[in-house]
């Protein structure tokens, strides 16, 4: 494996947005998004991103080939769906910088990339001015859903070490086709926050 990182911001990204695209989709297929892809709403989606002027993008590459991404964007880019439970609780749109998602093969798990994306964003964020908190959200699922696979374990403990605290009282819904589904549902998702450093 020849695996390097690599860190894109805005219009920089697009030579690998295509890729992006299908990587997202490989990824949020399994549990627990269930996500059956649609290349035009990530055509749509990563373009948004690409415009942000100060949205960043965490590549993983081997070789030439994309293997893995993280993304960011500051929170008063994103659409109202997840800017809604900021405003609602109070807090200021450009004091928060949303973590997109961080996707990755499965050969390249467990080597210390999810800490890498993490830590890179975050030090991306600690340059916006402004920002004070860095926030993403995950897909709630029952924990007795029948589609969980064997040996599954969420992340939660793993955000909770990188100092990010599940909220209670702050969710969003989305929707997407689910696989094995003839039309899109709505699904929950709950925000984790962590006030930023120095």
């Not at 991103?49 to 070789?63: I, K, Q």
């Not at 500051?74 to 609602?88: C, G, H, R, S, T």
């Amino acid at each position: 494996m020849d695996v390097r990182i690599v860190t894109s911001m805005g219009e920089a990204v697009r030579p690998h947005l295509e890729a992006l695209a299908q990587l997202r989709i490989r990824v949020f297929r399994d549990y627990p998004y269930l996500y059956d892809g649609d290349m035009s709403y990530e055509r749509q989606y990563l373009e948004a991103y690409a415009r942000s002027r100060r949205s960043v993008f965490v590549l993983v590459l081997d070789g030439d080939k994309v293997v893995g991404c993280s993304t960011g964007i500051p929170l008063a880019d994103e659409i109202p769906a997840i800017q809604q439970p900021f405003v609602k609780r109070g807090m200021l749109l450009n004091e928060v910088f949303y973590f997109g998602e961080s996707v990755l093969l499965p050969d390249y798990r467990g080597q210390g990339l999810g800490h890498r994306f993490f830590k890179l964003r975050e030090a991306h964020a600690r340059h916006v001015p402004g920002v004070r908190w860095t926030a993403f959200c995950a897909v709630e699922r029952a924990a007795n859903d029948p589609r969980q696979p064997a040996g599954y374990r969420t992340n939660d403990a793993f955000w909770a070490k990188r100092g990010y605290e599940r909220q209670d009282d702050m969710f969003c819904t989305l929707d997407w086709t689910e696989v094995g589904a003839i039309a899109p549902s709505t699904h929950l998702l709950r925000f984790w926050l962590r006030q930023l450093d120095a």
